[in-house]
């Protein structure tokens, strides 16, 4: 564990030694900024027409600018992820260093775990910025904070398994560009796969329920933490990462 | 220190090396000599535990490189050529990242850090980007990172090519200077190199070993035969060539190409002809500008050790 925190720490270090971080971070708020504005607005356009018409608010802060934000927020992620992910291990392999990092005592699982964390720290980073706005909400107005923590816990679990799958296609290419593309690809389809489910048998439909990677958010998004749903996203993303650590292993399978 | 066992690596269909077997003791440095694409590199990478063999044996230290790889590991610093490093690195932050994957005792890792940029000439370039580096602090950063856990084993490949005349002499000291207690497998196209470096020298060509051997018995290779270049003040004549040819010990005697006052003579290493040889000459009223012995080098060594391989092939 002390290994992977010393690789870790490295990678996070080198987001920020490339413009790969700042442009992470900046895009992403800057979208989200744009977001939470939009919809606050709307919010407040609302309650000032509910309160001139004298009729009750049918729509809570929470569902107005909370829900949509994080909604966003998984979007986002989608897109921006792989950007973050392409280089961990394909550029290991694509400048050779990879050769004197495997030539170390260190494990492979040591390596995509240290890999993997590098990517979450930025995430964790970025996450951590974005409780502004929540903050704002709460010196404000009257937000529901169990709801919000819930999906924190929710995009932390969701970023993980995006991050799992870029380590992946990482692992089996040395090129950025592919490694980033097939991650995009896969994740896009794990997120539409259950458009699918109407079309087929009940048996399958609810296999590709549970398959897709969004419909395990949406318990999160109402407040609560399934216990169902956490499991999904932890052994999804064991199983990418086993996977990754696979393709590191995969060296030592030919002939 | 180091043994290999019938070692054999194949790339597909392709065999890389074929069988390579040899043992090192503590303190030895070996050279590993071959064209390119011996299975030189291929052989280092299969000690170092970067890639495994398709059959056949590593043990570092009594470990099997396979079942304990990390044990291995602990044990080798490895320079690959031409070293792969994180180019946006600073040079000293590098040099710690690596002391800390390689398990130096976090008290240590500073002052082993200023230990190897001591030892390999760093100091200048310590806050530099590796990227920005020469090519012989490149090479040196390299040897750094092989050197920061004190390891008793060096696997250094091509430790001096693409580096300018002054820089190879100066890694070439400086291994030697790092020899000492470690055992170190040094590989070379470049001949003088492992002469003036190795003790004892394996010669692989197309993955097999031609020629194993402490270096200064490797020339007996060429039948310990002698060879002669003499130049003379005139024309020599065809009568003066048969003359020669005819003394006891004598194997072929003809005019070095495009000049025809000089000559060579190789002559059996058990018979010395000199003085006979100098004062026929003088005899036959010529007079000797030049008269020098070749030495048989490694090149010549290696050059028909390896020819013959094609030949027989």
């Known amino acids: 564990m002390k290994k992977s925190c010393v690789i870790a720490r490295k990678d996070f270090k080198t987001y920020f030694i490339s413009p790969i971080g700042y442009l992470f971070l900046s895009s992403f708020l800057l979208i989200i900024g744009f977001m939470f504005y939009q919809r606050l607005i709307y919010f407040v356009r609302q309650s000032l027409i509910g309160s001139q018409m004298g009729q009750p608010l049918n729509i809570t802060l929470n569902d107005a600018v909370i829900k949509p934000l994080y909604g966003t927020i998984n979007l986002l992620f989608l897109f921006l992820v792989p950007m973050i992910t392409m280089r961990l291990i394909a550029e290991e392999k694509k400048q050779r260093t990879i050769e004197l990092l495997l030539t170390y005592p260190i494990t492979s699982t040591q390596l995509i775990t240290g890999k993997f964390l590098s990517a979450m720290f930025l995430i964790a980073l970025t996450l951590a910025c974005t409780l502004t706005y929540p903050l704002i909400l709460y010196i404000g107005g009257n937000p529901d904070m169990g709801q919000i923590f819930t999906m924190y816990i929710g995009l932390v679990l969701l970023s993980a398994c995006y991050v799992s799958v870029g380590v992946f296609w990482s692992s089996l290419t040395e090129n950025q560009i592919i490694a980033a593309v097939l991650t995009f690809v896969s994740l896009l389809f794990l997120w539409i796969i259950d458009w699918a489910a109407q079309n087929v048998g009940q048996f399958m439909s609810s296999v590709l329920y549970y398959l897709s990677i969004m419909r395990h958010f949406e318990s999160f998004g109402e407040g609560t933490i399934s216990l169902k749903d956490t499991v999904y996203y932890i052994s999804f993303c064991t199983f990418a990462l086993y996977l990754s650590y696979l393709g590191i292993e995969a060296r030592n399978w030919k002939n | ?313």
């Not at chain 2, 690596?98 to 001591?118: M, P, R, T, Y």
């Not at chain 2, 005349?165 to 070439?172: A, D, F, H, S």
């Not at chain 2, 028909?304 to 027989?312: C, G």
């Open chain 2, 1 to 313: 220190m180091i043994e290999v066992k019938n070692l054999i690596k194949n790339y597909g269909s392709c065999r890389a090396i074929d069988g390579i077997s040899f043992t090192l003791n503590k303190g030895e440095i070996l050279g590993l000599l071959g064209p390119n694409g011996a299975g030189k590199t291929t052989t280092m990478r299969i000690i170092t535990g970067f890639i495994p063999p398709s059959s056949g044996t590593v043990k570092v230290c009594g470990y099997d490189i396979t079942e304990h790889p990390i044990q291995v590991k602990r044990k080798i610093g490895y320079l690959p050529e031409n070293p792969p490093l994180y180019n946006e690195m600073i040079v000293h932050k590098y040099l710690k990242y690596v002391a800390e994957l390689k398990d130096v005792n976090s008290k240590k890792i500073a002052s082993s850090v200023e230990k190897v940029i001591d030892l390999c000439n760093l100091g200048v370039v310590k806050d530099r980007i590796v990227g920005n580096l020469s090519k012989g602090f490149r090479q040196r950063t390299g040897l750094a990172q092989a050197l920061i856990n004190d390891p008793e084993i060096l696997i250094l490949d091509e430790p001096t090519s693409g580096l300018d005349p002054k820089q190879i002499i100066e890694i070439r000291n400086l291994i030697k200077s790092l020899a000492g207690n470690r055992t170190v497998i040094l590989s070379s196209h470049i001949l003088p190199e492992v002469q003036m470096t190795c003790e004892s020298v394996i010669i692989l060509n197309k993955g097999k070993i031609v020629a194993v051997d402490h270096q200064k018995n490797l020339s007996k290779y060429l039948n310990g035969n002698n060879s002669y270049e003499m130049t003379l003040s005139k024309k020599i004549s065809k009568k003066f060539i048969n003359f020669i040819k005819d003394f006891e010990g004598v194997l072929d005697v003809g005019l070095m190409s495009d000049k025809n006052n000089a000559i060579y003579i190789d002559t059996k290493g058990s018979k010395d002809i000199r003085s006979k040889l100098i004062k026929s000459t003088i005899d036959n009223e010529y007079e000797i500008l030049e008269f020098k012995t070749k030495d048989v080098s490694l090149e010549d060594v290696f050059m028909k050790l390896t020819t013959e391989e094609v030949n027989n092939a």
